[in-house]
C-alpha cells in the first residue's frame, strides 16, 4: 500500500486521535505529519492491515505524548481555543466537546472505544497497559462525562 493510499484511509482515524489526545487542533496537526513521515520510514517493516494500523495508532499516541511532554508547550500561550469542525448535530457536539475536556487518559481511552471502535485488548496493547486499567479508564472517563453532560 502506498503512503497516499494509507493517509487516504486512515488519516481520519489518526487526526481525531491526535486530536482527542492533544485536544488543540494545531497540535494534532502537527502529531499527524509527524505519524505520517514515520510511516514513510517504516512502512516497509509492517506485515498486514491489521499491524499497520495498529502501528499507526502507537505512532500516534507515542507522537502526542512526545509533543504533549515538550519542554516549549509549558512557555507556550494559546491564542485562539481550537477545536475540530463540530459535528452538525447539537448533542454530538456537545457530547465531543465534553470528550475533549475530559483529562488525556480518559480521553484517549473514551475516544479509542467510542469513536475508533477498538475493544479494550486493543486499547490495552495500543497504549502499553492492562485491561484492567483501560476498563478502569473507560469506566472513569464515563463517569465524567455523565457529570458533565448532566449540568
Not at 10 to 38: N, P
Not at 74 to 80: A, I, N, T, V, Y
Not at 87 to 99: I, K, L
Not at 137 to 147: D, F, V
Request: hydrophobic share 40%; glycine share 4%; proline share 3%.
Amino acid at each position: 500500500m502506498t503512503a497516499r493510499e494509507t493517509v487516504e484511509r486512515y488519516g481520519d482515524m489518526v487526526w481525531r486521535l491526535a486530536l482527542a489526545r492533544t485536544a488543540d487542533r494545531h497540535d494534532a496537526e502537527d502529531v499527524f505529519q509527524e505519524v505520517f513521515l514515520r510511516y514513510i520510514r517504516h512502512a516497509h517493516r509492517l506485515a498486514d492491515e491489521d499491524h499497520r494500523r495498529a502501528w499507526l495508532i502507537r505512532c500516534t499516541i507515542n507522537c502526542s505524548k512526545s509533543l504533549l511532554a515538550a519542554p516549549w508547550r509549558s512557555r507556550r500561550c494559546d491564542l485562539e481555543d481550537t477545536l475540530a469542525a463540530p459535528p452538525v448535530d447539537e448533542a454530538a457536539r456537545q457530547v465531543y466537546e465534553a470528550v475533549l475536556a475530559l483529562p488525556q487518559i480518559y480521553r484517549t481511552a473514551i475516544h479509542l472505544h467510542y469513536y475508533e471502535g477498538l475493544t479494550v485488548a486493543e486499547i490495552a496493547r495500543a497504549e502499553g497497559c492492562r485491561e484492567g486499567t483501560v476498563k478502569a479508564r473507560l469506566h472513569r472517563g464515563r463517569e465524567l462525562l455523565k457529570g458533565a453532560l448532566t449540568e
